[in-house]
């Protein structure tokens, strides 16, 4: 089953690395979010990527950034005629951020995506789709020859794609949602910005619907059309993702914080926690102070 927080394990490597990942069957996706930063380049494909409230399309050229424990949902259109096909690496962001240092410009606008910053995340490079493969493709040789691995290798993979991001968009505002042709006709993100607000409380589906002045089997469709979810997929990924902030960053009780998000029943907050993220609560909260003191200890 998939789980909403996908650790990347590195195994003792610096960067996990998936080149050209080609998909012919169905590709559903699901909301989730891992604990480093990732960059996915499309190479051919359709459908769209929910990420920070707003939806993007997936179309070859398009270049995402997702920062580290950022929920995101990716969905594509896929069939034996029309596959879909990305490169996908994940890194740890102060690796990355030690790397950089050295380049002003290109650690601003890493920074800034890293920390949440920049406005946009999703950039459609097909004026620079030849450049940018050949980068992956000269990292992906790189790795073959068994230097994938070396920092500089790491260092230039992400200081070129970023350099190509400025060339093609010196502003770094041209890539704006209305740009890149939302699919979304403003309901979507109308649902889902009341959500935003309202996921703490206990609340129905017909108080959406009737604050959007909609009918709820007709938002439930559009919803569902223009994100490859439901309503309640999307309610229950902000909910678990929150959960799992207050786990990480507070002492307070499993039961505090089932309320937090909107669950107030211990007992069924529990078992959506479990059954959505793979673990319970208390287990998720002893794993990630584990994680954190490890890190730790290896710097």
């Not at 290798?153 to 350099?163: A, F, P, Q, T, Y």
């Amino acid at each position: 089953m998939k789980r909403m927080f996908e650790a990347v394990v590195f195994g003792g490597a610096k960067l996990f690395w998936d080149y050209r990942h080609r998909n012919i069957d169905q590709y559903k996706g699901y909301y989730h979010w891992h604990q480093c930063c990732e960059m996915l380049f499309v190479h051919e494909g359709t459908g769209h990527v929910v990420v920070g409230g707003d939806t993007f399309p997936i179309r070859r050229g398009m270049l995402f950034f997702f920062r580290p424990y950022q929920l995101h949902h990716v969905y594509a259109n896929v069939s034996p005629e029309q596959p879909y096909t990305r490169t996908i690496f994940h890194f740890d962001s102060q690796l990355a951020d030690e790397l950089l240092r050295p380049f002003a410009r290109r650690h601003g606008l890493f920074a800034a995506l890293w920390q949440g910053s920049h406005p946009i995340q999703a950039f459609d490079m097909k004026a620079a789709e030849e450049t940018v493969e050949r980068n992956l493709d000269d990292y992906d040789r790189t790795r073959q020859e068994g230097k994938g691995e070396d920092a500089e290798e790491i260092g230039m993979l992400i200081l070129r794609l970023l350099d190509t991001v400025i060339r093609y968009d010196p502003s770094g505002q041209s890539r704006s949602p209305g740009t890149l042709e939302l699919k979304s006709t403003g309901y979507v993100q109308q649902a889902m910005r009341w959500i935003d607000e309202h996921y703490q409380e206990t609340f129905y589906l017909d108080d959406l619907a009737d604050a959007m002045h909609l009918s709820k089997f007709y938002l439930s469709k559009l919803f569902h059309e223009e994100t490859g979810s439901t309503l309640k997929e999307y309610v229950t990924a902000k909910r678990m993702r929150q959960a799992c902030r207050l786990l990480e960053t507070t002492a307070k009780s499993v039961e505090w914080i089932g309320s937090e998000v909107g669950i107030s029943n211990p007992s069924y907050f529990v078992q959506v926690f479990k059954h959505e993220v793979g673990t319970t609560p208390l287990k998720y909260r002893t794993g990630f102070i584990h994680s954190v003191h490890g890190k730790g200890k290896a710097r």
